[in-house]
């Protein structure tokens, strides 16, 4: 979601930011004491979307952040799409894949599927299931 308001769609609303982490215990402490401090939920920042990345994406979106102990990427849409894709949550997902693929100028269930594929590379098999192409088609 925060991705998506980052690069696509800023006037969309996220609960969470998905988040990839090198020290996952630690940021989980940090994550809980910025909660507490905020009234937000324990899990605001989480890494619930890491079963969707292609792990040959990283270091490959735009920088954002680049700080002494912290280095925030966003995704690009491509990549982005392929994750939507791959979750293919029907309701959930359904605006964010048509919104990424207007602004990728993607007009049908083929070039949607094709750019999932393109971007997930050898994890295609795994990721996208009969799920994700019946999603599609429904959409396009």
């Not at 969309?12 to 909660?35: E, G, L, N």
């Not at 954002?64 to 995704?75: Q, R, S």
């Amino acid at each position: 979601g925060a991705a998506l308001i980052l690069s696509v769609n800023r006037d969309r609303v996220t609960q969470d930011i998905d988040a990839v982490f090198s020290i996952p215990s630690q940021v989980r402490q940090a994550v809980k004491k910025v909660a507490a401090t905020n009234g937000l939920d324990d899990d605001w920042l989480n890494d619930a979307g890491k079963g969707y990345l292609n792990p040959d994406w990283l270091g490959s979106g735009t920088t954002v952040y680049d700080g002494t102990h912290l280095n925030v990427e966003i995704a690009r849409p491509e990549q982005l799409l392929a994750m939507k894709v791959a979750a293919a949550r029907e309701g959930r997902d359904t605006q964010d894949i048509k919104n990424l693929a207007q602004f990728l100028g993607l007009a049908t269930a083929d070039d949607v599927l094709n750019v999932a594929e393109t971007e997930l590379g050898s994890l295609t098999p795994h990721l996208l299931q009969p799920k994700s192409s019946f999603l599609i088609h429904s959409i396009f």
